[in-house]
C-alpha cells in the first residue's frame, strides 16, 4: 500500500499523526480479541466513531471522513484503493491496515481542509 506524505505545510494534514491516532483506536477497541461475526458491527462503528472523535479533539480546521472494514482471516485476498480530487497542499489521506491472529482491519482516513 503506497502512502503519500505531505507534512511540509504547517496547516497540511499530517498522515503520520493521525496513523498514530487510528492504530490506538483500533488497539483499544479489538485488541487481541478474535475474530467474533456477533461483534464485527460494533467494533466497526467504535472504530470509526473514536478516530473521529480523537481527530477532531486536535482543533484542526478539516472535515473528516473514516472508513473501517474488519475481516477474518480465512486466506481470502482484499484489496482496496481510493483516489481524491482535492487540494494535496492541504487535503490528505492515510490508509492504516492492522491485524492479529485472526483478523485484519483496514482504516482509511480523508481529511478535507475547511
Known amino acids: 500500500m503506497e502512502e503519500y506524505h505531505n507534512n511540509n ?4 494534514f499530517n498522515s503520520d499523526e493521525a496513523e498514530g491516532i487510528v492504530k490506538e483506536c483500533i488497539e ?10 456477533a461483534l464485527v ?27 473501517c472494514a474488519v475481516m477474518q482471516k480465512t486466506g481470502a485476498g482484499l484489496h482496496t484503493a481510493n483516489s481524491c480530487y482535492w487540494d494535496t497542499t492541504m487535503d490528505g489521506s492515510c490508509t492504516v491496515r492492522w491485524e492479529n491472529r485472526t483478523m485484519y482491519c483496514v482504516v482509511s482516513v480523508f481529511a478535507v481542509a475547511v
Not at 505545510?9 to 497540511?12: R, Y
Open 28 to 37: 483499544s477497541v479489538v485488541g487481541s480479541d478474535d475474530y467474533s461475526q
Open 41 to 67: 458491527n460494533k467494533w466497526t462503528a467504535s472504530i470509526v466513531e473514536r478516530c473521529l472523535t480523537q481527530l477532531v479533539k486536535q482543533q484542526k480546521t478539516y472535515k473528516y471522513i473514516v472508513t
Open 9 to 12: 505545510n504547517e496547516g497540511s
